[in-house]
């Protein structure tokens, strides 16, 4: 899947574009819309704490330091075992385990507060009153939708896409 990033200037145009995106067969999850805040989306499908912050990258980011941690923690527990203890490599999958997940939940909660990077190139439109489109489309569809939405709104500044979306959001 990749990201399509594309700004309309208005409502109206936001909720033409939503309806010819379900047409063409984009299921409603996998379209986010994003405004300036205190603007009444509507129907438009309203996009979530997800899309609008950096808590995948950060659990991301938390799995892979809290699993080397734990790694490491665990050869040192092997390594120097307390007296009279034997720990076998048991020991340094459990670390490891227990370091990804206390890393990826640490992560999450200050992913959570951290606005989404990707977001962050659009607020000066956002806050001009222009709607933000975040579309996952398969990848051998990207210029397709673009294409289409070009053709039916000259009017739609496509911004490019985002190499790689995660499967689960």
Do not use: C
Request: charged share 20%; aromatic share 4%; net charge negative.
């Amino acid at each position: 899947m990749r990201r399509i990033y594309f700004l309309v200037p208005d409502l109206k145009t936001a909720s033409s574009v939503t309806d010819e995106l379900l047409l063409a067969r984009i299921e409603e999850r996998h379209i986010h819309v994003i405004a300036r805040e205190g603007t009444e989306l509507g129907d438009l499908p309203k996009a979530s704490l997800l899309q609008t912050s950096d808590v995948i990258p950060a659990v991301e980011r938390g799995l892979a330091v809290g699993g080397v941690t734990g790694i490491l923690a665990g050869v040192a527990a092997v390594s120097f075992p307390p007296a009279g203890l034997v720990l076998g490599g048991g020991a340094i999958l459990a670390t490891a385990l227990a370091g990804s997940g206390i890393g990826a939940w640490i992560a999450s909660m200050i992913g959570v507060d951290v606005s989404n990077s990707q977001i962050k190139q659009f607020e000066e439109n956002l806050k001009k009153g222009e709607i933000l489109f975040l579309v996952d489309v398969p990848k051998e569809r990207v210029e397709k939708i673009e294409a289409m939405v070009k053709s039916h709104h000259p009017e739609a500044d496509i911004e490019g896409t985002e190499p790689h979306i995660p499967a689960f959001p």
